[in-house]
């Protein structure tokens, strides 16, 4: 499975963006490398979803279908069925309706901008929020507002002799939901839950208490996804951790550029293991030893592990970490359904096996799965206990199939009896106290090197005067965001997230519950702009997002075609819509207190504006907005970024992400030269 990443966009966005000429003729080079490479992937994917991603797309060419017109065909495996999970039900007479459900009749998109009438009506809501912000008082002011649009429609209708509803469709963009989506309930009493439950708890306490020598218990994980951004912070951890006495990482081989040799090169699982180690400065240490790569992918069946391995980790695993998924945003459904669902299931079967093995210490599965499972559950707090389907929908197909992958786990915990702890990690970032994240360039990273970036291009003197203006012109165009200053978004530091996975290897009572990894401390996009501002320097004017899709985009995209910028009009298009889902206002409240609950963990969560200043500092310097890809450089700058931001906070005796900005860029400019990176003084 090839997988699309987030930040190609920004990265995109970026070159086009750069004026030195050098600069600029190496970022053509590459663009067209990675034009090649989308355009390749692009036919790949179409080629694997077969008629469905040509059916999805050719339905866009042709303007996007209301949520009313239902296709009546559907070309998915049966498998991949949204069907298997999700029913449509009727409003008023609460039954099912017989109806195929298209996974993009799932999504927000499909459901706002049908009228105009629609775009304005957000628009003016998004104001009102601004001004008044009450989310309540809006909707229901939004509330009254439709339903005076009905009650008008209907006297004109009487006067034309008129269907109400349609006048009302037709004049207003208003229309009486008829239908709702809701998960499919699993054929369990809430008796069997419990009983399933306590059972499950008290399997994994006395397999946890067989694996307990000398009041220690010895633990061997399988960790899936461990050259990920997440995965490495387990492997981190996990050195210093003295109850894990082996990790056991399952690694599919990969393809690189080999740069001295020129050509492509196939690294192995233990070859991209050893690097892994080297990165996370691992390599030379007593640690080194705890560490094993087998081969393996977790679209094939058994997690494509070989017999041999797998006969030895029946004996031997006490835990299974399944942290591999693809968290790419912008994938497509059937990509989505195969890393995240089908991935999910190999990886609960494989589980499973050991699990039901006559000799097997198997304690628990550890299932990572996000927050935004809840997706846009706008009106209710989106509670530990229980997965609803979103009022507003989902973002995106990854968000839907982590939820179908959620429904799967507890599937196997109430059908097979599967020890499963399921773990939820809301927006994660970098490191809370120095913002280090292993190069990570996903999510959030990627608008921050977006704007990092438009200010270097702002800043930046060189070339004619054409160049320089038509530099600035673009990077303006790319501090241009889609938010809405109210809009509050769930980030959490990586550290946190992995000291809940860590927790829960060792607490049975956390067996059968879902647990949020998530804050309680958000941050909103004015917050966000604020520190971006301060740190960075630059002025990201929030725009309202439906004007943004429906006006500013398209706009800007016309103009940056004419300005010969088509590819970096995609890249903002791409970062606009994904990203901009992320910041409208109604963003889930996730619930938390599971985690101190159930793991134990401090209910002081990590300062959020600390974290996120942290992330922007590291970004700046470390990553150089995205510029600075190869592992290697990044462990080593990442090293040294630790150090001396350990050594500022020994000195000032208190966070570093507490610093005024001036005293931490005088700080930092005084140990660090920022051009290469090594420390002076
Ligand atoms: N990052 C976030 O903000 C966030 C938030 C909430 C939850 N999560 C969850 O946390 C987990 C880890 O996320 P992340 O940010 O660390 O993702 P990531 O950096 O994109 O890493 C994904 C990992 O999955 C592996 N993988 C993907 N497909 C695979 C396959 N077919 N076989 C074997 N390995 C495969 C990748 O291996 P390769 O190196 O071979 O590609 C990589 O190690 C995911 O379950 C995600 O849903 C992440």
């Known amino acids: 499975m090839s997988r699309k990443k987030a930040d190609p966009a920004a990265d995109e966005t970026a070159e086009g963006i750069h004026t030195d000429p050098k600069t600029k003729k190496k970022a053509e080079k590459e663009a067209r490398r990675a034009e090649k490479k989308a355009e390749k992937e692009k036919k790949r994917a179409q080629k694997r979803a077969g008629q469905t991603t040509a059916k999805s797309s050719s339905s866009k060419a042709e303007g996007r279908s209301s949520p009313e017109s239902d296709e009546k065909t559907s070309d998915l495996p049966p498998e991949m069925n949204p069907s298997n999970y999700i029913e449509k039900v009727g409003l008023v007479t609460d039954e099912v309706i017989d109806e195929i459900i298209e996974p993009e009749h799932l999504l927000v998109h499909h459901h706002r901008d049908y009228h105009l009438a629609d775009i304005q009506a957000r628009r003016f809501m998004s104001k009102l929020m601004e001004s008044i912000g009450d989310e309540s008082l809006v909707r229901q002011k939004m509330k009254d507002i439709r339903e005076l649009g009905h009650r008008t429609s209907e006297r004109i209708a009487k006067l034309l002799g008129r269907n109400p509803e349609g006048v009302s469709k037709t004049l207003f963009g208003l229309k009486r939901k008829e239908y709702y989506f809701r998960y499919k309930r699993l054929p369990h009493t809430a008796e069997e839950i419990r009983a399933a439950l306590e059972k499950a708890k008290d399997e994994a306490r006395n397999k946890l208490d067989a694996v307990t020598h000398d009041g220690r218990p010895w633990i061997r994980l399988l960790l899936t996804g461990g050259t990920g951004f997440v995965g490495q912070e387990i492997m981190w951890q996990s050195a210093f951790d003295d109850d894990i006495v082996e990790v056991v990482v399952l690694i599919r081989p990969k393809k690189i550029r080999d740069r001295r040799a020129r050509k492509m090169v196939t690294l192995s699982p233990t070859e991209r293991g050893q690097r892994l180690l080297e990165q996370l400065w691992l390599a030379d240490t007593p640690f080194s030893g705890k560490y094993r790569f087998i081969a393996g992918d977790i679209e094939l069946p058994r997690l494509g592990v070989s017999d041999e391995d797998y006969d030895r980790l029946q004996t031997t695993l006490t835990h299974v970490v399944h942290c591999a998924a693809s968290v790419a945003f912008d994938d497509p459904y059937e990509e989505s359904f195969r890393a995240n669902v089908t991935g999910t299931l190999n990886a609960l079967e494989f589980s499973r096996g050991l699990q039901e093995a006559e000799d097997s210490p198997l304690v628990s599965h550890l299932a990572i799965e996000t927050s935004y499972i809840h997706g846009r559950q706008t009106k209710d707090v989106a509670r530990e206990d229980e997965i609803v389907f979103p009022r507003n929908f989902y973002n995106n197909y990854y968000e839907l199939t982590k939820a179908m992958a959620s429904i799967e786990t507890e599937r196997y915990m109430l059908d097979h009896g ?44 060189k070339g004619n005067f054409f160049d320089r203006t038509r530099a600035a012109t673009v990077a303006r165009m790319a501090l241009l965001f889609p938010g809405d200053p109210s809009a509050e978004l769930n980030l959490i530091p990586v550290d946190r997230v992995v000291q809940g996975i860590a927790a829960a290897l060792r607490r049975p009572d956390a067996v059968g519950e879902r647990v949020h990894l998530a804050t309680d401390n958000r941050l909103t996009s004015q917050q966000i702009r604020d520190i971006v501002k301060d740190e960075l320097g630059v002025e990201v004017r929030l725009a309202d997002p439906t004007v943004h899709r429906n006006v500013t985009l398209p706009v800007l995209s016309k103009i940056l075609g004419s ?42 969560r990590p300062n959020t504006q600390f974290a996120f200043r942290m992330l922007c500092r590291h970004n700046r310097y470390v990553q150089q907005f995205g510029a600075v890809r190869d592992p290697d450089e990044i462990s080593r700058r990442e090293r040294l970024w630790w150090n001396i931001v350990m050594q500022l906070e020994r000195e000032t005796s208190r966070p570093v992400g507490a610093m005024e900005p001036e005293a931490f860029q005088r700080a930092i400019t005084r140990w660090i030269d920022p051009e290469t990176f090594e420390r002076v003084g």
């Not at 996903?442 to 200010?455: D, E, L, Q, T, W």
């Not at 903002?572 to 889930?588: A, D, R, V």
């Open 418 to 461: 599967l020890r499963v702890v399921q773990l939820c990690p809301a927006i994660v970032i970098g490191e809370s106290r120095a913002g280090n994240n292993r190069g990570d360039t996903k999510v959030v990273n990627a608008p921050v090197n977006v704007f990092g970036r438009a200010h270097q291009a702002l800043q930046h003197k």
């Open 563 to 604: 300005l010969k910028q088509q590819r970096l009009a995609n890249a903002l298009e791409k970062l606009g819509t994904i990203f901009g889902g992320y910041s409208e206002w109604g963003q889930p409240i996730h619930e938390v207190g599971n985690d101190v609950k159930y793991l134990g963990l401090s209910p002081e």
